[in-house]
């Protein structure tokens, strides 16, 4: 396997964020990229250095608004003569809410989802970083048709066009399927593993009929992100019908997982993609901090052969999947499973 990397992420380093009221230790950290990229070097996967390509991949997928915001927000934020060591919103406009603000604290709430995506001196760089790492990845994919893992951090499948969230900002897997359909595919795929629900992904194309969307993820009736990825949000317009939800109960382990891996593998075959996205998320796993799932260690390596015997050229971009003792190992086996099933 192909694995496209770069140590250019790191430069977003966030400290925090708030989850029901405490502030806490943020799990997005340079570390999860760290245990990921060692596992896929000792598992003898060939490490590529990812490109630099410029804005217009992610112009291509996001707002000019956002991405002005992103770009400016850390300088006008410590412009503030109280700033915090991190920015975060603390004023969201409500849905009685309606004028764009023009102030930071009030940019911060509209282009920042919630509390989980706190922007430093550095966040606009690894986010742009992480971005080049998913388009190096697609342009592999496209080239030759071979599969790559793009190890990108931080994540982005909860970044909307125009909104970050999540640990998210910019949406690696939506770009990374925008590459592929300017470089000839008529068709994509995003399959989103991960197991909080892909809503950026979903939002970004749900009128879209040549990207379909496909999630299975933890039951948002008690788990982030709550707003979407419900069963009947199916696409509206032209792309109704090319967004299928798969939510799962609490404890979910390898088998129900597998069965319901089957269910969005037969509406991928319904589609027929010329290319596949894996949104891969790892936080599925029976010990991840942000744990729903139960999925195990050869559950994982059940995943990936499954997925790899779908007949698509893939691309599997790295979403969320938080430290524990397991974490690398998890990745070892999605990506040994995957070699095993496209044999």
């Known amino acids: 396997m192909r694995v496209v ?13 708030i989850a029901r009221g405490n502030r806490i230790a943020n799990p997005e950290t340079p570390e999860r990229a760290a245990i990921l990229r060692r596992a896929a070097e000792a598992g003898g996967h060939a490490l590529l250095e990812a490109g630099e390509h410029g804005l217009a991949p992610v112009a291509a997928i996001h707002a000019a608004d956002y991405l002005d915001f992103l770009q400016h927000a850390w300088t006008e934020w410590e412009a503030l003569p109280d700033h915090g060591a991190e920015m975060l919103p603390n004023v969201h406009p409500g849905r009685n809410m309606a004028i764009h603000p023009t102030h930071i604290v009030g940019k911060a709430g509209h282009y920042q989802a919630d509390t989980a995506c706190p922007i430093g001196p550095g966040t606009w760089a690894g986010a742009r970083a992480s971005a080049d790492v998913a388009v190096t990845a697609a342009d592999l994919v496209a080239g030759d048709g071979g599969p790559a893992y793009a190890l990108c951090r931080p994540p982005g499948h909860h970044a909307y066009a125009d909104q970050a969230g999540g640990f998210c900002f910019l949406n690696n897997s939506a770009i990374a399927a925008q590459r592929l359909r300017d470089g000839g595919a008529q068709r994509v795929t995003v399959l989103d593993v991960d197991v909080h629900h892909g809503n950026g992904t979903q939002g970004i194309f749900y009128h879209r009929a040549d990207v379909q969307t496909v999630s299975i993820h933890g039951d948002p009736r008690a788990y982030y992100p709550f707003f979407t990825g419900y069963a ?23 088998a129900g997982y597998l069965e319901t891996l089957e269910t969005a593998l037969a509406a991928v075959d319904a589609f027929r993609p010329d290319v596949l996205v894996i949104a891969l998320g790892l936080d599925p796993s029976e010990k991840d901090p942000l744990a729903f799932l139960a999925v195990t260690t050869d559950g994982f390596r059940r995943i990936g052969e499954r997925l790899g015997r779908a007949p698509y050229p893939t691309l599997i971009v790295q979403e969320g999947g938080y430290i524990s003792d397991i974490l690398g190992d998890n990745l070892a086996a999605v990506l040994a499973g995957f070699e095993t099933g496209r044999g």
């Open 232 to 254: 009947d949000e199916i696409g509206a317009g032209p792309g109704r019908g090319a967004n299928l939800n798969l939510p799962l109960a609490r404890g979910t382990g390898d």
């Open 5 to 17: 990397v770069t140590d250019r992420h790191a430069a977003h380093a966030p400290s925090g964020f």
